[in-house]
């Protein structure tokens, strides 16, 4: 039942489309990698992301695919 503002009573859970399991096995939780560099390394590698038009995270992430098993 919809008041003037447009809300509804009822569980918002009923409103969600339902996951399949395929769209579960998709999404893969990140975790958070600390390096410790120095200031001028840090540097380097900013201006090269920002030459490439890419970021920090996308060019470790780029490296990492890249690697060999």
């Known amino acids: 039942m919809k008041n003037k503002t447009g809300l509804s009573a009822g569980r918002p ?3 969600l489309s339902k996951i ?3 769209d579960e096995i998709e999404i893969e939780k990140e975790v958070r ?3 410790q ?3 001028a390394e840090r540097s380097k590698i ?6 490439k038009g890419t970021t920090i995270t996308d060019l470790f ?3 990492i695919a ?3 098993e």
Request: proline share 4%; glycine share 0%; hydrophobic share 40%.
């Open 13 to 15: 859970s009923q409103n």
């Open 66 to 68: 890249d690697l060999d």
């Open 61 to 63: 992430k780029k490296f």
């Open 20 to 22: 399949n399991m395929a």
């Open 33 to 35: 990698i600390n390096i």
């Open 37 to 39: 560099v120095t200031p």
């Open 46 to 51: 900013k201006i090269y992301a920002a030459k």
